[in-house]
Every structure is written in C-alpha cells, then in structure tokens.
C-alpha cells in the first residue's frame, strides 16, 4: 500500500495494490473509489485532503509489517 499527497492539487491518493484501475466511482465530493477489472478496490483518491484528513500525523498499529519506511 501507498500513500502519495499531492500538495499542488492537494489530494492525497491511496493505492491499495498495483493492479491497475478500470472503473472509479464518486462516493462523495471529492472522495473517488478505484476499481480493477474483477471489481476489487485498488485505490482511493482524496480532493482537498488537507481540509478532509489531519496529514499532520499517520499511525500505524499492529500492521503485519517485515519493513517501513517513513519520509518527510
């Protein structure tokens, strides 16, 4: 999983798996699902991030992790 923020657009898209999108769907304003040929969701792409989410601050808990890494 990914999380890339854009801050020229300030959107921040979430990329589940590296399977491409097929299909995207508008779930509310400015929050668009991404769906793969079979239906699976593989992303999610946030509009105005900064006003939605507090990207201040990520945590992660009990994730099943071998590595991480963390940049600024």
């Given at each position: 999983m990914k999380l890339q923020y854009y801050p020229e657009t300030d959107s921040l898209y979430i990329d589940?798996?590296?399977k491409p999108g097929s299909e995207s769907r508008e779930i509310s304003a400015g929050v668009v699902l991404d769906y793969d040929e079979e239906g699976?969701?593989?992303g999610i792409d946030i509009d105005n991030a900064s006003q939605k989410l507090d990207l201040k601050e990520l945590i992660l808990n009990k994730l099943?992790?071998?590595s991480q890494?963390?940049?600024?």
């Open positions: 589940l798996n590296s699976d969701l593989v099943p992790l071998e890494t963390l940049t600024a």
